[in-house]
């Protein structure tokens, strides 16, 4: 069970959002079994309240039950839009039949958006440039652009007097938030994993826009700003780790590397994952680790996950009716999606009567920008103990020229 009630992050600024513990796949791609939260905070001025961004429309009376314990939603003055993702947005026509005069506070791109998605077209204040801002009376919200995180229409909010950033889905975290609390202060961060929730979140939203990632960061420094609160979308509140926080993002999306090599295989009966132990035995002698992931049994974002710390990608795939196996192929299409790249790799894989796989893997990895390392070893059946020295050898390669070109650590 979880509190129906607001929670508060600072005097006269509230958390209205809620969990989201009964949607398996977020976007229809990722699995969260961890759930999400989707934030919205309420700000309540001496003249004036916002209400910075909403949530999906399926959690919309809690929501709304959450906000009336605060004030009246036919009074609230503006609705924030930092992003119209329908997480955040789905739940705003119902809002708008409980506040009808109620301001929208969005970029062009947004509103655009905002009129195909839910044929309103609500009275608004249309954000331009980084210099607008809007007085609550004693409270002054300064609207940032940042594109691309992670959609083009994208802005960030910045309450001054309080020093708080809200951002929207940058610097998130796949999890849902422990009854009762929003700030990381009243977290066990570690025993709720948030880290590496927010690893995984990264790896399946933001890899993509990562140069973008690193433009925002650059831009909130190169503006001074005075961050003591960051407040995202999803996840936790930050305050304690917050330049640790926005430091991981910009490690991410720079692109620096631990001393591991990501193995991603698909084995029908076995023959291909025969490889593995002899290839985990070449990176260790290269002084790195493997990371594992059989595509049959867990979900691709899993290795996404792991690639965004590793240099070096290693593929197993047996040959599928003259194909690469599909769940391997599926994997390949996210990697480019994702935009992946700039790492070494190699590639491996059994096969019974024709052995293509390997072959087309290693030109689909290279045409997505991975230095491949060595021919791909192709074998023909059950894996003999040349194979196994060959698989030894190939883990080696990979994991010494990747170590060395990325300085991993």
Not at 195 to 220: D, G, L, M
Not at 377 to 401: C, H, M, T
Request: aromatic share 10%; with cysteine.
């Amino acid at each position: 069970m979880y509190s129906d009630q607001p929670l508060q992050l600072s005097p006269d600024i509230f958390w209205v959002g809620v969990n989201d513990t009964e949607t398996p796949l977020f976007e229809g791609l990722w699995n969260m079994p961890e759930g999400v939260s989707y934030n919205s905070y309420l700000v309540k001025g001496s003249e004036k309240t916002a209400l910075i961004d909403s949530v999906h429309e399926k959690k919309a009376q809690e929501h709304f039950g959450k906000i009336s314990q605060i004030t009246d939603i036919s009074k609230i003055d503006y609705l924030i839009i930092n992003h119209m993702e329908p997480d955040h947005t789905s739940a705003i026509p119902a809002l708008l039949q409980k506040a009808p005069n109620i301001k929208i506070v969005y970029t062009p791109i947004a509103q655009s958006i905002f009129k195909k998605f839910y044929g309103i077209d609500p009275q608004a204040i249309v954000i331009k440039g980084d210099d607008m801002t809007l007085s609550l009376g004693n409270k002054t919200l300064h609207f940032i652009q940042t594109p691309w995180l992670h959609w083009p229409e994208t802005m960030s909010t910045h309450l001054q007097e309080d020093k708080i950033l809200f951002c929207c889905d940058a610097f998130g975290a796949f999890k849902k938030l422990p009854q009762g609390a929003i700030m990381e202060s009243d977290i066990d961060m570690k025993k709720q994993n948030i880290c590496e929730c927010s690893q995984k979140y990264f790896a399946s939203i933001f890899n993509a826009q990562r140069e973008w990632v690193q433009k925002a960061i650059e831009k909130f420094e190169k503006m001074n700003l005075q961050i003591d609160v960051l407040a995202p979308s999803h996840g936790p509140v930050y305050t304690q780790s917050l330049k640790e926080t926005l430091s991981r993002w910009a490690a991410w999306s720079k692109g620096t590397y631990k001393k591991t090599v990501v193995v991603v295989y698909g084995s029908m009966y076995g023959m291909t994952a025969k490889c593995l132990t002899a290839i985990a035995d070449g990176i260790a002698e290269a002084g790195g680790a493997m990371s594992s992931f059989n595509l049959s049994e867990v979900h691709s974002v899993d290795a996404l996950t792991a690639l965004v710390e590793s240099p070096a990608l290693i593929v197993g795939t047996p040959t599928y009716e003259h194909e690469i196996f599909p769940k391997v192929a599926d994997f390949i299409n996210l990697l480019r999606t994702k935009k992946f790249s700039n790492r070494c790799a190699a590639v491996f894989g059994s096969f019974g009567w024709s052995g293509e796989a390997t072959r087309k893997t290693a030109s689909e990895l290279a045409a997505l920008g991975f230095e491949m390392v060595g021919e791909p070893l192709s074998i023909y059946g059950n894996p003999a103990d040349n194979d196994l020295q060959k698989a030894r050898q190939l883990g080696k390669a990979v994991a010494e020229k990747a170590f060395s070109m990325n300085n991993a650590k």
